[in-house]
């Protein structure tokens, strides 16, 4: 099946700790995208990559960094510059102007 | 800069009524997309509807409509005789021609009870 797969589900992180999450697609889409989602905040964009090894921020880009090595691949870290990291992040690819596709998601709580 | 407004943020009906999610949006763009997403307890944002700017007839399918008003800024979202399975968290979203990040809403929250 086609789709996107997001690793682990649920993710701790300690103090002072950097934590990867991981995104892989099997849709040949060019696009990538990490959202953040907050109780009652809906989705804030993080970062997104249009082709391989290129992204750009998005509005809440500090404290997490990308790479795009490979199309299908689209991991995230989440570095201890954040400070209040404790959310539920979602993957999504797309391919040119069509809908975003998205994983299921990971929880990630603090120690 | 875009912004897409929910003002609901929780809605509770009893199955087989009838509900309509409000969204209203802002955007300088004469060209956009308009989306509704649908986000059961599950976690996954699953795919409803798109409508671009240039498009607005109205569109139904099953149980579900949406009302497109450029007039108003508004794509609303009907639910007809709504079932438990409805209950999830629904998400309209924005995005500029030429560019395929999104703006979402805030959500409704969306409860169904038997």
């Known amino acids: 099946d086609g789709g996107i797969t997001q690793s682990p589900k649920y993710l701790f992180r300690k103090e002072g700790q950097n934590v990867t999450l991981s995104c892989e697609q099997n849709l040949n889409h060019d696009a990538m995208y990490w959202y953040r989602q907050d109780p009652g905040q809906g989705l804030r964009l993080i970062y997104y990559s249009q082709i391989v090894n290129d992204f750009q921020k998005g509005d809440i880009a500090e404290g997490y960094s990308v790479s795009r090595e490979k199309k299908e691949s689209f991991p995230l870290t989440v570095t201890s510059a954040q400070k209040n990291p404790t959310a539920f992040y979602l993957c999504a690819s797309s391919i040119r102007s069509q809908p975003q596709h998205f994983g299921d998601g990971t929880r990630l709580s603090i120690l | 800069a875009q912004k897409v407004t929910q003002a609901q943020t929780e809605i509770s009906v009893v199955e087989k009524e009838d509900v309509t999610l409000d969204c209203v949006y802002e955007?300088?763009?004469?060209?956009?997309?308009l989306f509704w997403y649908k986000q059961p307890p599950s976690g996954e944002l699953v795919f409803l509807i798109r409508?671009?700017?240039?498009?607005?007839q109205n569109e139904i399918s099953g149980r579900y409509s949406w009302n497109f008003q450029k007039s108003t800024s508004s794509f609303n979202f009907t639910i007809t005789a709504s079932q438990v399975v409805d209950s999830a968290v629904y998400f309209c979203?924005?995005?500029?021609?030429?560019?395929?990040?999104?703006?979402f809403g805030k959500g409704t929250m969306l409860l169904v009870s038997p």
């Open positions: 409508r671009n700017s240039f498009d607005e």
């Open positions: 979203a924005l995005s500029e021609a030429g560019y395929s990040t999104l703006t």
């Open positions: 955007t300088r763009d004469t060209t956009y997309y």
